[in-house]
């Protein structure tokens, strides 16, 4: 069986690259081990004006500690923070990252993960530049599904910690399967009619509220994961850079797609860190189908 590292190093990612991924995919352990001692929800809000769970800080601080005392990170930005945290100057590489996505399952114990992409230089930049992208799974298993620019590979920890792969060149097949945020009532713009549409054609609603639980099962089963605008959120709730960027890297690395329901979202550059974005994401016809309908 092939290991991340082994698979990084075939894949040509340097040193530093292969260093970080493998850092934070060991974070996996102690961000387990804290779901238990922090179920509730902060008192906090994050930049997004969401309240916080308590594993969202804890992730946050932990990641960010680990990342700021490896010296391989020029900087970080994250979901539960205002702004970009400046740490080793001459590092070639930034991060950014939903520490802890789905978090609003935790005590529910439904499948979370953690969202990372890995940007050579600064951190604001459009997603096509991302030199790599992972999310780590806390599901029954620990997973790692990593790309750096050579399509898609998932890792699951053994139990000596160590990512083994459990699959190689993953493509997203043309699959029936969907999930869409938000309430249906409240759909704005050509949502409502693209759903109806793959209803009609078939396509089966499975949505847990974990984007990164819902998108890895997109990933290998096929269909789309939507969170559309509504009057209240008229980009949608997903933020480009923590959560859009990385997954539709990753998406794309596998011979899907990302949109925003008319465009790629790996062209836009950020204006601002937390900036939000409509996102379809999945399989190649599925994205057609959306960015088709007027
Ligand atoms: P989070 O990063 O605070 O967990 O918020 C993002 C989450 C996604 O994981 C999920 O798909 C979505 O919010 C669920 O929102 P909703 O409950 O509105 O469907
Ligand atoms: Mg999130």
């Known amino acids: ?14 040193d530093e690259l292969a260093s970080i991924i493998s850092l934070i995919g060991a974070q996996a352990a102690p961000i387990r081990d804290a779901f238990i001692s922090n179920q509730n929800y902060a008192d906090s809000t994050n930049s997004s004006g969401e309240t916080q ?5 804890w992730s946050d601080t932990h990641i960010t500690n680990v990342l700021a005392a490896s010296g391989l990170v020029r900087e970080v930005a994250s979901e539960e923070r205002d702004d970009i945290v400046k740490l080793s100057e001459s590092a070639k590489y930034s991060v950014v990252m939903d520490p802890l996505d789905g978090s609003s399952l935790i005590k529910v114990n439904l499948c979370v993960g953690t969202i990372v992409g890995i940007y050579e230089g600064s951190c604001m930049q459009a997603g096509k ?15 790692l599904t990593v790309s750096v620019g050579r399509g898609v590979a998932i890792f699951a920890q053994d139990k000596d910690g160590v990512y083994q792969m459990l699959k190689n060149h993953v493509k997203i097949p043309e699959g029936n399967l969907y999930g869409s945020g938000g309430v249906r009532t409240e759909w704005l713009g050509k949502h409502a009619k693209f759903v109806n549409r793959i209803e009609n054609e078939g396509a089966k609603n499975r949505y847990s509220g974990s984007f990164v639980a819902d998108f ?16 209240k959120q008229p980009n949608g709730k997903l933020r480009l850079v923590f959560e859009v960027n990385p997954i539709g890297f990753l998406a794309v690395q596998a011979g899907g797609a990302v949109s925003n329901g008319t465009k790629t979202t790996l062209d836009i550059v950020p ?4 900036q939000r974005t ?4 999945g399989s190649h016809g599925m994205i057609a189908k959306i960015e088709a309908t007027e």
């Open 1 to 14: 069986m092939t290991t991340l590292p082994e698979y990084l190093k075939e894949c040509g990612a340097d």
């Open 53 to 57: 769970a308590e594993m969202d800080t």
């Open 129 to 143: 530049d991302l030199k790599a992208a992972f999310y780590v799974l806390y599901g029954p298993m620990t997973t």
């Open 216 to 231: 890895h099962q997109i990933l290998q089963y096929g269909g789309v994961y939507a969170y559309p605008p509504s009057e």
């Open 271 to 274: 204006e601002e860190v937390h």
């Open 278 to 281: 409509i996102v379809y994401v």
